[in-house]
């Protein structure tokens, strides 16, 4: 009798380790899609967080990390984290745009840039750093793009997206089957043809 409960838990046990195993031509992928030194870079931030979750610089650059390997969802966790003890800070607000703007989601990217801009145009709060010249023109440029697409579904209607954010581009950066005829701005031909970049 106790040999038949031996022989039954084996194959019980075996029978679960089958289920479990995954099939042969399964193939496993890494979670975040970039070098290894970026992916040890973001589990010492992670482990960072775990004993100072207070550290904004450090959840700024996990979340600059998480953007970069196609991760917007974990880039809103992360400094979603931060906002309610530091909704002052236009950093934060910024990479909410981006991770938005990555998930096509126009309106909350749109009142995240916006809200991003206004931090950005007050006076800094104690700890963040001012506001330059460089950030600002990076906020100003994505709100403008934004607000051009706000009302659009872009997981929809992509194509419609596209084009509203072509209108506010200078020429030389819009596709040439996007081109549409006119003047050139001064400036912007290079080799002659209409709306070629200039050439160093």
Known sequence: MRVTRVLD???LLLLATLLVMPRANVTVKAALL????????VAELQAHLLGAPDDVTAALELADL?????????????????????????????????AYADRFEAAPAFAAADRSLALCNAPPPAGVPPCDEAPR???TLLRGTLERIKGIDMRRNPALAKDKIFEGLHPIWVPKNRRRAGPVPAGAAGNGSPGSPVRP
């Open 66 to 98: 998480f953007l970069e390997g196609n991760r917007p969802d974990w880039a809103l966790a992360t400094v979603g984290a931060m906002l309610p003890r530091h909704d002052d800070d236009y950093r934060i607000e910024l990479r909410q745009a981006i």
């Open 34 to 41: 970039a070098p290894p030194e970026r992916r040890e870079r």
């Open 9 to 11: 838990v084996l194959v």
């Open 137 to 139: 023109a990076r906020i």
